[in-house]
Every structure is written in structure tokens, then in C-alpha cells.
């Protein structure tokens, strides 16, 4: 999983006793709960290292957030979150499984339908006067599908991303010549996204916005149009008119 719903006002109550570092840690921790879809397991010194944290500030925050358990330490709200993902995610795959049986179906009517056609064709005329007028059937093109590995819309939206912010970037990226969204370069945005301090759904939606191929945390901090030199003088004001000129106007 690697969206979520960030409830501001309940996060920051929750967590107003909390310093900045005591924070960050938090933070990593509900965002490898988030990522791995299980709970914070492992030795507490290497839960640290991996927090980038102190034992003792992991130890603290477990204490205060997680209830532990045979299978590892447990928080109520990513539970909660996560069980709900998973029935959004069954739902999405359930939908797409039927489109894609009505679409097979659909298709197989149509094939019989141009068996029928041909046969009538090759019957003999009901006339003497005309010859029989055949029609040649050609065979319907298949529908391009995705090489194995890349992701649709449909997995997008699975993962949290609105369905018309991932339909309009991979319009955007067939633009740019990117006939495909593979997994490396989908979790390559997620990476920028989690350096750029969003979420890979917002970063869908810029990325869609600013017709980008991909994504990019560097990209952020750049402005949205870069403004032209003026081709005005400038510097004017910087300069020190008075210099050579006596008191009385005349010049030295």
C-alpha cells in the first residue's frame, strides 16, 4: 500500500507531545507499516537503524502507539486503514475480471455472426440473372494488451490514485513516446514522491497537470515557468550619479 488517508487535525493531536525527531521517527514507522502492509517486526535496534531513530525513541513510540502482538507491534488506525484497502483493491480486480469477461464473451457473438455471414455468402444465388455478390470478412484486430509487468489505470486507482489523474498522465507519457508504465519506473516515482514529501497519488495528479513523463522531487522546487531575461537596461539604479559633479553642479 502506498496511499493513505493523513487526517491532519487527528495526527496532530495525537502527536502534540512529540519533538521533531520523536515525530520523523513516527512518521517512518507508519510509513513502513503503510509499505510493507504488515507490522513493525525485528529487533529494536535494527527497527532504529532502519527509522533512522534511537532505540529509545522507537521504544517510546512503540509504547505510546502500537499494541504488540504474536505477529509484531500493531496500531489500530493502520490496521483499520489496510483492511479497507485490501476491499477496495478485491472490488477494483473483481470489476476488472468482469469488463474483461463481457469483453471475451462480446467478441465470440461477433466471431459466430461472421461464420454465419460467410456460409450464407458461399450458398447458391436465389436468382439465374446475378451473380452472387460475396463480402470479404476480415478478421477484427485484436486488442493491443499491456506486456506483462506494466500496470494500468486500474492499478493505479487500486493503489489510491484517482482514475482521471491516472488516465490523463499515461495520456501525457504516450505523448512523450512512453508506450508502457513498468513497475521499476512506477515505484521510481513513488521513491521521488516520498523525497518530495507526497503522497505517489499527488504526484500523479502534478505529473498530470504539468504534462510530465515521470516524476521527479527536483522537479518541485523548480518554478513552474522559468521567466525570460528582459531585454530592457537595467542596473540603473545601482549607479552613483553624483561622482564627478561639484557642489555647485559643475563638473570636476
Sequence with gaps: MHYYQHHIGDFIKDTANLDDHQLATYLRLLWAYYDTESPITGDIEDVAFAMRSDEKTVRLLLRHYFFQ???????????????????????????????????????????????????????????????????????????????????????????????????????????????????TAWDAVKAEALNAGVTPADAVKIAAENTWQGFKASWMSKPAHQSQKSGKHHGFDSLDYSAGVNHDGSFQ
Aim: glycine letters at 4%; proline letters at 3%; charged letters at 35%.
Design 69 to 183: 502482538q504474536d505477529d509484531g507491534w500493531h496500531h489500530s488506525r493502520c490496521d483499520r486503514e489496510l483492511e479497507e484497502y485490501r476491499t477496495k483493491k478485491d472490488k477494483a480486480r473483481n470489476s476488472a475480471s468482469a469488463r474483461w469477461s463481457n469483453a471475451k464473451a462480446m467478441r465470440t457473438h461477433t466471431e459466430r455472426n461472421a461464420d454465419a455471414s460467410v456460409f450464407d455468402a458461399n450458398q447458391e444465388p436465389r436468382t439465374n440473372n446475378q451473380e452472387p455478390r460475396t463480402k470479404e470478412i476480415k478478421p477484427r484486430a485484436s486488442r493491443k494488451a499491456q506486456p506483462d509487468g506494466c500496470l494500468t489505470v486500474s492499478d493505479l486507482v487500486a493503489q489510491g490514485v484517482d482514475e482521471q489523474h491516472a488516465s490523463d498522465w499515461f495520456k501525457a507519457r504516450k505523448s512523450k513516446g512512453a508506450k508502457s508504465l513498468t513497475k
